[in-house]
């Protein structure tokens, strides 16, 4: 049995791909009958299809060279080697196409049982976005192809999501086995046509697959693969190099894939001198253009990565401004191209959805359309005759029999039918091959006698979009007998445009233009020089797109997660990069849409705990000037741009942030160089600039400064630690974090306590008598907050968390039934809404006559008539299975012996703060005491049954809490800030890096706390 080869090393000290073409001209067929230069036996196999078409230029340069008529190999990714080097079964039915996908999942959801729709589609009609169910099969079409990836399918997910993820079994095993059955009968569908699917044909092909014969794999660069691809080189048994000196062969299978424990550890180590922060967009796009001046003549020597393609726009804007031609090896999407405006426009035109005929705007749209506009009779005319229609009458669509009723609408008429006659397309119901016709000749009509210059931008895009559609509508004419269904030409319209959005149109071949490539495209490239763009969080390194039917928890669950992984491989990449050429990476603190970035891992993970509060100033401070504004800088870049010999260009390329880090602290007082931290005063940066190789925390003397209040919530900042109460509360400094796409826990709170408070005010309008009546008047409440809160309406994810959240008010409705019929009813509420919780307030006098003010917002107080008692109510959401431990007195305090450790004191201070409350006091009811109150929480866990009040805080810790809160106010006004206590360094990053502490170095410096765990230097 014959056994892989073991792997061939190519230092990264150079670029790659030429010593790759060196490698397989001259050494690769050594020892075989094969000529030198006759590859066409060999198959290379590389991570990218821009890499195998500069492997090919460099092979056909070699061989030129060398006087050889070059017999080039076949050069294609891994997904495109298993195909043409595993035959598949003689059973296998042959690989279905994009397009025979979509409808073959629009087909097998329009067969689903109501029983199983309801379950994958579970929200409440209020919320249900206008046809809902194309969005529904676009999101789980890239569920199955995710997790078809990983050698899964929908129904092995719901064999073992009760499991993994026993906590929401009850919610999650429902819909997967419905999306089980979907997929069956997808497949039965695809089947039927003759097709399969790619996941199950890749899977075919890879387990059951015979071997071609007669041809030798060479495999390249290639670091990562999904599990499934194990089986390809179990069985071709490929040659494999490896990029990477033979030091780090540890880090590498015998496929060459990367080993992600081993490259964690090994982040890359970014120097000062390489990296070049920035404030925004503008910026970075202005230090590109400054950092390529030195290649004016020489662009092919010089690339610029875009690790985040929205600022592409702004950037190819700048460089074209002073004359630089770039092109974007990612190509120019369909979407929003001339082809599309016009497909679009006529989908909306014969959209009769929701009216008997065309909106106005529709119409006009396709009037102005270019492409439309031409062949109109007296267009001008038409679009005001559209206009006055629309100001007098106001209708909401034209209605030819309306129209017909006046005189005056003869030309319009006359006008609508010509461009109904001109589109040559109705709006009655077609078969698949119907519409493909139809909107062929309609193009042929539109173009087919039009002169287009291909070889100018604008002639080489529109040819190559036009040529997308075409090639998808033979293949959807290719596949349309095996589909009986019948749509309107609307919904074909708008189901071809799905599938050709995403589609990119390759940029003209521009030999002296600026390559721009993606990130991943990066280390294939061998210009000697580089500029990363877009170091931050999001982009670099990327973040995991999210589906909203899998969750990050059940991903983890699954093994499915891939964040580490996607880490690792960045790590690798990165330092393969910077060993391999002359690199600067721009760091803005903003990213191209305008947001708040996070420093990016890469830039700090291979520091030292000294470096690390350096580098997390260096990236988070803003700068009131710009990083390369000295006269000597600006001299010698005017210099290179006339010419410059190439070592003044590397040096101002190497050294391109060198104003920024000469200075032996992050930031400088210097007149030219003048940075500031935000919120902090000008004058007072030189005494907070913390010394380069210090670590330890020094607290800013208050000065004018000093604290005047503080809130409840901030007093239990303080008990967990004194330095982040600092950080937070007084310089007022806080994590800037990426937007999430769905609901976090801030989010649902907030939204739960919106519905809650809104029914403390309006409880006596409500039967508080039955659950039931209850139950439907918070769920409205909750969807008419929410279509309020996320306006212009939730989006998909959102919307399952929605129905998530009014599971959690039914059961909240059950206990406030229970709740009630003992006697308990609502005094005062919260309610933002209606602001009739105003912030309660109470000046603490402290010891040495000394006072602070206090603030807080109570939930909710409830008097109960029989009892004679108050209830001071916090409601608590918690979907987790440790709620049921989460009591008062054990999320205020532990004892240890007679040691009390508080943890939060929130309960104790709402009843001091009680007594101030309006509506209390005009409540006629006896002031809350100790003696007449219970402290008590209203617990919303998970399981909804379970909602309730919890017991109460125990009465004879409420006066030690008060005694604590004191001592803690004194040592606030005193300027006590510098006990560590606990940090959370995995949530709070940056905020943990300001106090010293290292996530990678957690027992010297701190705590890192996850989950339950939690260590504290004291």
């Not at 919610?171 to 039927?192: F, G, I, N, V």
């Not at 080189?233 to 000196?245: D, G, L, N």
């Not at 000093?706 to 630690?721: A, D, E, H, I, N």
């Not at 109150?933 to 909602?947: S, V």
Request: some cysteine; charged content about 25%; hydrophobic content about 40%.
């Amino acid at each position: 049995m014959s056994t892989s080869p073991q792997p061939l090393f190519f230092d990264w000290k150079n670029p790659w791909l030429p010593p790759l073409a060196t490698y397989l001209l001259h050494t690769w067929n050594q020892g075989t009958s094969a000529s030198q230069e006759d590859l066409s036996s060999t198959v290379v196999v590389l991570p990218g299809r821009r890499a195998g078409r500069r492997l090919l230029e460099l092979l056909a340069l070699e061989a030129e060279k060398e006087k050889w008529n070059l017999n080039p190999p076949s050069i294609v990714t891994l997904r495109e080697a298993v195909t043409l080097l595993l035959k598949p079964s003689e059973k296998t039915l042959p690989e279905a196409s994009g397009v025979l996908q979509r409808f073959a999942w629009r087909e097998a959801f329009r067969m689903l049982p109501k029983y199983h729709r309801d379950h994958i589609q579970p929200f409440s009609k209020k919320v249900i976005p206008p046809r809902s169910s194309e969005v529904l099969i676009g999101i789980i079409e890239s569920l199955a192809e995710e997790i078809g990836s990983k050698g899964l399918d929908f129904h092995t997910v719901a064999v073992r999501v009760g499991e993994v993820f026993p906590e929401s079994a009850e919610r999650e095993q429902p819909r997967w086995e419905a999306l089980a059955y979907l997929q069956k009968t997808y497949r039965k569908m695809m089947a039927s046509w003759g097709y399969s699917d790619p996941a199950d044909f890749l899977r075919s092909s890879l387990t059951h697959g015979e071997v071609s014969k007669g041809v030798r794999v060479l495999v390249a660069g290639v670091v990562e693969a999904p599990p499934l691809f194990e089986s390809f080189f179990e069985k071709i048994k490929p040659a494999v190099i490896i990029i990477a000196p033979k030091e780090h062969a540890a880090g590498f299978t015998n496929h060459g894939l990367l080993v992600k424990e081993y490259w964690l550890e090994h982040p890359p180590v970014i120097q000062d001198t390489e990296l070049l922060p920035c404030e925004r967009n503008e910026d970075q796009a202005k230090e590109v253009v400054r950092l390529i001046t030195p290649f004016k003549d020489r662009r092919s020597e010089v690339t610029v990565a875009l690790p985040d393609s929205s600022t592409l726009p702004l950037l190819q804007t700048r460089l074209a401004h002073v004359g630089v031609t770039t092109r974007w090896a990612g190509g120019l999407p369909f979407r929003g191209g001339r082809l599309y405006q016009l497909l679009r426009a006529i989908a909306h035109f014969l959209d009769h959805h929701n009216y008997s005929g065309p909106t106005i705007a529709a119409l006009s749209a396709l009037v102005r359309h270019p492409d439309i506009y031409p062949h109109c009779m007296a267009p001008e005319a038409f679009l005001k005759k559209l206009d006055l229609l629309e100001r007098e009458h106001l209708p909401l669509f034209l209605d030819k029999g309306s129209l017909a009723s006046f005189k005056k609408n003869e030309d319009l008429l006359l006008w609508i039918d010509e461009l109904e006659t001109l589109i040559g397309i109705g709006s009655e119901p077609v078969s698949l091959e119907e519409g493909a016709s139809k909107l062929r000749t309609l193009l042929q009509h539109l173009f087919g006698k039009r002169k287009v210059r291909g070889n100018t931008f604008e002639g080489h895009y529109f040819l190559g979009c036009l040529e997308e559609c075409l090639h998808l509508l033979d293949e959807i004419e290719e596949m349309g007998p095996h589909i009986s269904e019948h749509f309107s030409m609307s919904a074909f319209l708008e189901n071809l445009l799905e599938l050709l959005k995403e589609k990119n149109i390759p940029e003209q071949e521009e030999p002296e233009a600026l390559e721009l490539l993606g990130w991943l495209e990066l280390q294939a490239d061998d210009a000697p020089y580089c500029i990363i763009t877009s170091c931050h969080e999001g982009s670099f390194p990327q973040s995991l797109t999210s589906n909203p039917f899998l969750s990050q928890g059940l991903r983890s669950r699954l093994g499915l997660s891939e964040e580490s992984l996607l880490l690792a491989r960045d790590h690798y990449l990165l330092q393969s990069i910077m060993a391999s050429r002359q690199v600067i990476l721009i760091a803005p603190r903003y990213n191209g849409r305008g947001e708040p970035a996070r420093p990016s891992r890469l830039l700090m993970l291979g520091l030292t705990l000294e470096e690390l509060p350096q580098r997390v100033l260096q990236l988070t401070q803003p700068l009131l000037a710009p990083i390369f504004h000295t006269d000597r800088d600006e001299e010698t870049a005017k210099a290179n741009g006339a010419g410059a010999s190439e070592s003044t260009q590397a040096r101002i390329l190497k050294q391109g942030c060198r104003s920024l880090t000469q200075h032996p602290s992050a930031f400088s007082t210097s007149a030219g160089d003048r940075y500031e931290i935000s919120g902090l005063k000008e004058e007072k940066i030189k005494e907070r600039a913390l010394p380069h190789h210090a670590s330890h925390f020094h607290a800013r003397p208050l000065g004018t400064e000093k604290v005047t209040c503080v809130t409840v919530t901030g007093l239990r900042t303080y008990l967990q630690s004194p330095r982040l109460f600092y950080l937070q509360h007084v310089l007022r400094l806080h994590e800037v974090e990426e937007a999430p796409l769905e609901m976090n826990a801030g989010h649902f709170g907030r939204l739960i306590h919106e519905v809650l408070g809104a029914f403390g005010m309006e409880e006596k309008n409500i039967p508080s008598t039955d659950a039931r009546t209850l139950s439907e008047w918070l769920r409205r409440k909750l969807f008419s907050i929410a279509e309020h809160y996320f306006a212009p309406g939730p989006s998909l994810p959102i919307q399952l968390q929605l129905e998530a959240m009014a599971e959690t008010l039914d059961g909240f409705a059950q206990a406030q039934v229970a709740h009630y019929q003992e006697g308990w009813r609502i005094i005062a509420a919260e309610n933002n809404h209606y602001s009739s919780s105003p912030v309660i307030e109470e000046k603490m006098a402290l010891d040495e006559g000394g006072s602070l003010l206090l603030q807080g917002r109570i939930d909710r107080i409830d008097w109960n008539y029989k009892l004679s008692r108050w209830m001071i109510i916090d409601y608590k959401t918690r979907h987790d299975q440790e709620w049921s431990n989460a009591t008062p007195d054990r999320e205020h305090f532990q004892k240890k012996g007679e040691k009390i450790l508080w943890k939060d004191l929130q309960l104790p201070l709402y009843l001091r703060l009680s007594a101030h409350w309006k509506a209390i006091q005009e409540s006629g009811l006896p002031a809350p005491t100790i003696e007449n109150t219970d402290l008590c929480y209203f617990q919303l866990p998970i399981e909804t049954e379970q909602a309730g009040v919890s017991e109460p805080f125990d009465p004879k810790m409420i006066l030690p809490g008060w005694n604590e809160a004191r001592r803690i106010m004194k040592a606030i006004v005193d300027g006590n800030f510098d006990a560590l206590g606990t940090i959370e360094a995995i949530r709070m990053p940056t905020l943990a890096a300001l106090c010293g502490i290292s996530i990678l170095e957690p027992k010297k410096n701190g705590v890192i706390r996850s989950g339950s765990d939690s260590e504290t230097i004291e």
